[in-house]
């Protein structure tokens, strides 16, 4: 079980940080389906091979009663739809994730969006408005301030599909040292001390890394640790270091907490017990440490198991700390929706078949095949209609077979209860909800949502944000490797950061966030 999952990790970065998609079928122009009434998708897809593409292709071609034309990117995809869109080259119709929150908003503000909301009815989009009756959160989430929705979502009812930070432990080397399972970051700096001494690998030689993590990374990043003092954030343009406190935004890296999260890694670092590379290494490298034989990692985090011996390691809760209340943070797609996958252009000649095609896939069979693969391929349906998997090409896993024939970034729902009834239960999801059980007394919902901003806030949130990231970044890489001292360093720090407008972001971000619990607010009245 634990070998799926970790391969399912390391396949799942790997697209996630894929930077080409396909290039297009048969040289077709953009606006080559307004020719026939029909309408052109611009979209990624995470296969390379064509045979591969061609049934999804065809798939999805029977969902539509007009054609429809393909129109794959190359290089850098989601650059390349800046570029076009920036041009005044819109695609006719976007799948995938290839826009951001703020892209939505700033092209629905400019009149390039087309607003779905008009086109969505009980009679022409059964599937769609059937979604968003039952889900008038997710509604609410996909609403714009000006009321309208540009954008659609996928949605999974499993909360442990959003867990993307849990703490492994090599527990074949505490085993061999006598060590207890750590509970808290004491026991925890104890049991580091002794990983890089005691030679747990038992090669003779002091390779070990008794922790790493990957800077910057989507499942091991630093911030992870956050948690274990109760403030869980995330770095980059989806979360932006905010944390939601009693309703509240505020920016972490400025917290009492933060630096003391820091001084904890700077102590560690300083006794060698964390990567010296950590803040270095490519993602290649990291990867081949946690995939080495024999292993060099004691402990890490990461969505699932990633080590290349998953026998050796587990899962443990959230480590305390002494004086603060652990939270722990879910990707807010389990919740909100995962927003942005489908928009339409007024380059879009018919908007509304293009709108009746998207409805398709918000049924369970479709949702199913592109967030797994295609039935023939990966699934058989048997006599009472549930699909369950075929065995692997090759020898391969299930995670690597159903990752090298999934659909990156449709939209559509799968809901919980259709896991283990409408397709049969399997080590892809089954092992997540061992690991959530260790981390669900500590979610707090009400976290960073992700909203949207008006056109104006998006642009002035994405110029403050460059210089409050790189400040933030610099520091925590120099505080802990200890080049520069963060009690020396704090207080000009965060006057450095007022003086970037780190208030003004703040104060955007609250706005936005007040607006986003508006709208799932007026979506549930109605």
């Known amino acids: 079980?634990?070998?799926?999952?970790?391969?399912?990790?390391?396949?799942?970065?790997?697209?996630?940080?894929?930077?080409?998609?396909?290039?297009?079928?048969?040289?077709?122009?953009?606006?080559?389906?307004?020719?026939?009434?029909?309408?052109?998708?611009?979209?990624?897809?995470?296969?390379?091979?064509?045979?591969?593409?061609?049934?999804?292709?065809?798939?999805?071609?029977?969902?539509?009663?007009?054609?429809?034309?393909?129109?794959?990117?190359?290089?850098?995809?989601?650059?390349a739809l800046k570029i076009k869109f920036s041009s005044g080259d819109y695609p006719e119709v976007v799948l995938g994730n290839m826009l951001q929150a703020a892209d939505v908003s700033n092209y629905a503000a400019s009149g390039i969006l087309v607003p779905l909301d008009e086109y969505i009815s009980e009679e022409s989009t059964p599937n769609l408005y059937e979604f968003f009756e039952k889900n008038p959160v997710i509604k609410g989430a996909c609403t714009l301030p000006d009321g309208h929705i540009y954008s659609l979502p996928s949605y999974t009812g499993l909360?442990?599909?959003?867990?993307?930070?849990?703490?492994?432990?090599?527990?074949?080397?505490?085993?061999?040292?006598?060590?207890?399972?750590?509970?808290?970051?004491?026991?925890?700096?104890?049991?580091?001390?002794?990983?890089?001494?005691g030679d747990p690998n038992g090669n003779g030689e002091q390779d070990e890394i008794p922790l790493t993590f990957l800077n910057d990374s989507g499942y091991e990043n630093l911030e992870a640790l956050m948690g274990l003092w109760g403030k869980p954030t995330k770095s980059g343009v989806y979360e932006g270091f905010i944390t939601i406190d009693n309703?509240?935004?505020?920016?972490?890296?400025?917290?009492?907490?933060?630096?003391?999260?820091?001084?904890?890694?700077?102590?560690?670092?300083?006794?060698?017990?964390?990567?010296?590379?950590?803040?270095?290494?490519?993602?290649?490298?990291?990867?081949?440490?946690?995939?080495s034989n024999p292993s060099v990692v004691g402990f890490t985090w990461s969505a699932t198991n990633p080590m290349g011996n998953p026998d050796e390691y587990i899962a443990i809760p959230p480590l305390k700390v002494d004086g603060y209340e652990t939270v722990w943070r879910l990707?807010?797609?389990?919740?909100?929706?995962?927003?942005?996958?489908?928009?339409?252009?007024?380059?879009?000649?018919?908007?509304?078949?293009?709108v009746k095609w998207i409805d398709k896939f918000f049924t369970f069979d479709q949702t199913l095949q592109n967030r797994y693969g295609n039935v023939g391929k990966v699934f058989t349906v048997d006599e009472n209609g549930v699909y369950r998997f075929n065995e692997p090409d090759d020898g391969t896993t299930l995670a690597y077979f159903t990752t090298h024939n999934m659909v990156t970034g449709c939209p559509g729902p799968i809901y919980a209860d259709e896991y283990g009834t409408k397709v049969e239960d399997c080590e892809l999801w089954t092992g997540l909800e061992d690991a959530y059980k260790l981390y669900e007394p500590y979610v707090n919902l009400d976290q960073w949502p992700r909203p949207y901003y008006t056109t104006e806030d998006a642009s002035r949130i994405g110029e403050l944000r460059t210089d409050l990231f790189d400040l933030v970044n610099q520091k925590k890489a120099k505080w802990i490797v200890g080049t520069e001292d963060i009690d020396a360093d704090w207080e000009s720090y965060k006057d450095s950061l007022k003086k970037m407008g780190v208030d003004e972001y703040v104060s955007l971000c609250q706005k936005a966030y007040d607006q986003f619990h508006e709208n799932i607010d007026n979506a549930s009245k109605q």
């Open 1 to 79: 079980m634990k070998k799926i999952l970790k391969n399912a990790v390391c396949i799942c970065l790997s697209i996630a940080l894929l930077a080409t998609v396909l290039t297009g079928c048969g040289g077709s122009k953009e606006n080559a389906g307004a020719d026939n009434g029909g309408f052109t998708v611009t979209y990624e897809y995470s296969s390379k091979e064509q045979d591969k593409l061609e049934p999804t292709l065809e798939r999805w071609e029977s969902l539509s009663d007009v054609p429809i034309t393909w129109n794959r990117l190359t290089g850098d995809f989601s650059e």
């Open 159 to 197: 909360m442990s599909l959003g867990l993307e930070n849990v703490f492994y432990i090599n527990k074949t080397w505490l085993d061999k040292l006598d060590l207890e399972v750590p509970q808290t970051i004491d026991d925890l700096h104890e049991v580091l001390k002794a990983f890089k001494t």
């Open 331 to 354: 990707h807010p797609g389990v919740v909100y929706g995962n927003r942005d996958l489908f928009s339409i252009t007024t380059s879009c000649k018919n908007p509304e078949a293009a």
């Open 247 to 291: 309703k509240k935004a505020e920016f972490t890296p400025m917290t009492d907490e933060w630096k003391e999260m820091i001084k904890f890694c700077r102590e560690l670092y300083s006794e060698g017990l964390i990567d010296k590379e950590c803040f270095t290494h490519t993602n290649d490298t990291f990867y081949a440490k946690r995939e």
